[in-house]
C-alpha cells in the first residue's frame, strides 16, 4: 500500500501543474490516480448501477476540473474529490430514497466471493447486517473502511461534524460485531448436529 504522505506530495504537483496554464495531462494524470475509487464509492452509492455511478463519475472529474482552483490542498485531494463525488450522488437522488437506497456499502474479501455454502451464507448475512444499519453508519463505515479514509477526511467528505462520524463508525462497527458473532454462534451449533 503507497504511504498517504507520498500519495499526497504526488497529488500536489499535479494540482499545481494541471493549474499553471490549465495542463489538461496534469489533470488526467489525477483522474487516471483516482478514477478507479471514485467509481467505486458511486458504484456503492448507487447500489451497483454502473452506467450510473460511470455518469456520476464522469460530472464529478469535470466538475473537479472546473472547480480546480478552489482546491486548496488543506486536505488530501482525494477528500477534496470524494466530497465533490458525493455531493454529485446527493443531488441526483430524492433525499427520501436515500434512506432507503444506500445498503450493501461494504465488500466482503474478495475470499468469501468464491467461498463455500457456509462463507456465502456469512456473505448474505453481513449484507442483510449492513442493511440494517442506518444510512449514515452505512456512509461513514463505506468511507472508513473501504476507501480508508480518517475520521477527520469521512467528516469533510460527508459534511458531517468529527463526533458524528466518530461516533456512527463505533456504533456501527459494534452492531455488526453484535450480529456477526450471533451468526456464528448458530453456525457452530448447526455444524455440531
Known amino acids: 500500500m503507497h504511504d498517504k504522505h507520498n ?3 504526488i497529488d500536489q504537483a499535479l494540482v499545481v501543474r494541471a493549474r499553471l496554464n490549465q495542463d489538461s495531462q496534469a ?3 489525477l483522474v487516471r490516480r483516482h478514477q ?8 456503492r452509492l448507487t447500489k451497483g448501477d454502473h452506467g450510473l455511478a460511470d455518469d456520476l463519475a464522469q460530472e464529478t472529474f469535470l466538475l473537479a ?10 486536505a488530501r485531494f482525494a477528500t477534496w474529490l470524494y466530497r465533490i463525488a458525493y455531493t454529485n450522488f446527493l443531488k441526483c437522488v430524492d433525499k427520501v430514497q436515500l434512506a432507503s437506497d444506500v ?4 465488500d466482503v474479501e474478495e475470499a468469501v466471493a468464491k467461498s463455500t455454502s457456509g462463507e456465502v451464507e456469512l456473505r448474505l448475512d453481513f449484507e442483510r447486517a ?6 449514515t453508519e452505512q456512509l461513514v463505515l463505506l468511507h ?4 480508508d479514509l480518517s475520521h477527520e477526511e469521512v467528516s469533510q467528505v460527508l459534511g458531517l461534524p468529527l463526533g458524528t462520524v466518530k461516533t456512527n463508525a463505533t456504533r456501527a462497527k459494534s452492531k455488526l460485531q453484535t450480529w456477526l458473532s450471533a ?3 448458530n453456525t457452530a451449533k448447526g455444524s455440531e448436529s
Do not use: H, I, S
Not at 36 to 43: D, E, K
Not at 103 to 106: A, E, H, K
Not at 130 to 135: D, E, F, G, I, Y
Open 7 to 9: 500519495e499526497q506530495r
Open 27 to 29: 489533470f488526467e494524470q
Open 36 to 43: 478507479g475509487m471514485v467509481r467505486a464509492l458511486l458504484r
Open 65 to 74: 476540473w472546473r472547480k480546480l482552483d478552489q482546491y486548496r490542498g488543506e
Open 103 to 106: 445498503t450493501g456499502v461494504l
Open 130 to 135: 449492513m442493511q440494517r444499519l442506518n444510512p
Open 144 to 147: 472508513c473502511v473501504q476507501l
Open 183 to 185: 451468526w456464528n454462534k
